[in-house]
C-alpha cells in the first residue's frame, strides 16, 4: 500500500523450530503456565517461523499447538497469541467472518481490512475465505451490505484494481476531470464513477489522479467525498483516499479510535497490532506520536489493557 514498510517483528536469526517447540511445551506443561516465555518467544518471530514451529510442535508431541495454548491461555492474551499463531490471511479471513455473522455487520472491520490492502493482499485472502468458509467471500458479504457500498467492496474483492498499469499523467487529469463533474460540479453526485476509479486505479496512479484533483478544484478529494458522499460508502472511499496518501497515518487514527472512549475495542487494537506487526507498524508508531504528542506505546501502557495481555501488546510495539 504505502512504500513505507517499517516492521517490528523481523524473526530472529539462528532460528530453530524445534527448540522454540520444546520451550513452549515447557512452558505449558505441569502446574502453571509460564506466560513470559510464551510471549517472549511468539512476539519475536515472523509468522513464518511461528508456522515452522507449529509444525515442529506437531511432529515432536503429536499435539496442536493451538489447542495447547487455548487450554492454557485465557483472555484478551490468548486472543492476541492465538491471532501471532494464525497465518495472516487466515487470521484475516476469520475476523472478516466475524464481522459478517450473526445480528448486524461491523461494516468499519470490512473496510479496514478490505479498502487498505494491495490486490496480491486480497487475492490471497479471497482464495483462504473460499477454503476456510465453503463460501465466496464476495458472496458472503453481498449478503450482508447494501448499495454503493456493496458495490465497491465487490470490485475491490473481485480483483478490479489495475496494479499493473503504468503511472500516467494525461489518463490521471481525465481521472481527475470525471470525478469532479461526478461530485461537485452537479447537483447530486455520481458515486458510480467514485466507486470505479477508486476501486479500479493503482494507489500510485490514484496519487497523481488527488493531486490533478485539487489543481482543478482547489479542494482535497477527501473533502470531496465529505461533503458529497454519505454513510459506509464515505468511510471505505475515505480509508482508500487516506492510505494512499499515508497508511501508516489512517491505521494510527483506528488505533486511537479503538483505545479513546468508554471500554477499549480490544479487537480492532489487536488486530491492527499483530496484522501489521511485519509490514508497517514502525511507521504507525511514528505518525501516532506526530499526530498525538503521545507515543503509541505509553497509550497502551496507560489504556485499560493488563498483565500478559498488555505485556504482548507492547512487546509487539518493539523497542520505543
Request: negative net charge.
Amino acid at each position: 500500500m504505502s512504500p513505507m514498510r517499517e516492521p517490528t517483528v523481523v524473526g530472529v536469526p539462528n532460528f530453530n523450530a524445534a527448540e522454540d517447540a520444546a520451550a513452549l511445551r515447557g512452558a505449558m506443561k505441569g502446574l502453571g503456565t509460564d506466560e513470559q516465555t510464551i510471549i517472549d518467544i511468539l512476539t519475536s518471530r515472523s509468522n513464518e517461523q511461528r508456522q515452522a514451529i507449529s509444525k515442529a510442535f506437531t511432529h515432536e508431541y503429536g499435539r496442536d499447538i493451538i489447542e495447547d495454548l487455548k487450554s492454557e491461555l485465557g483472555g484478551h492474551f490468548e486472543d492476541v497469541i492465538i491471532a501471532l499463531m494464525m497465518p495472516p490471511a487466515e487470521y484475516l479471513c476469520r475476523e472478516l467472518n466475524n464481522c459478517m455473522e450473526g445480528l448486524g455487520t461491523d461494516e468499519d472491520v470490512l473496510v479496514e481490512i478490505l479498502c487498505t490492502r494491495t490486490k496480491p493482499e486480497i487475492a490471497e485472502i479471497v482464495d483462504t475465505y473460499e477454503k476456510l468458509y465453503n463460501r465466496p467471500l464476495a458472496e458472503h458479504m453481498c449478503s450482508e451490505t447494501t448499495g454503493d457500498f456493496r458495490r465497491l467492496l465487490t470490485l475491490i474483492v473481485t480483483g478490479a484494481r489495475d496494479e499493473e498499469a503504468g503511472v500516467d499523467p494525461a489518463r490521471a487529469a481525465d481521472a481527475a476531470q470525471q470525478l469532479y463533474d461526478a461530485g461537485e460540479a452537479k447537483w447530486g453526485t455520481d458515486e458510480e464513477i467514485f466507486n470505479k476509479i477508486l476501486a479500479h486505479e493503482s494507489f500510485a496512479q490514484l496519487r497523481l489522479i488527488f493531486e490533478e484533483y485539487k489543481n482543478l478544484s482547489g479542494r482535497t478529494i477527501e473533502q470531496a467525498i465529505k461533503a458529497e458522499v454519505g454513510g459506509e460508502l464515505k468511510e471505505a472511499l475515505s480509508a482508500i483516499v487516506e492510505c494512499v496518501e499515508n497508511s501508516a497515518a489512517w491505521f494510527a487514527t483506528r488505533l486511537r479510535a479503538a483505545m479513546q472512549g468508554l471500554g477499549a475495542d480490544d479487537r480492532t487494537l489487536i488486530r491492527i497490532i499483530v496484522s501489521r506487526s511485519e509490514i508497517d507498524l514502525g511507521a504507525i508508531k511514528t505518525e501516532y506520536e506526530r499526530l498525538y504528542d503521545k507515543t503509541l506505546e505509553s497509550e497502551v501502557r496507560q489504556g485499560e489493557t493488563s498483565g500478559d495481555y498488555k505485556r504482548a501488546l507492547v512487546a509487539l510495539l518493539g523497542p520505543a
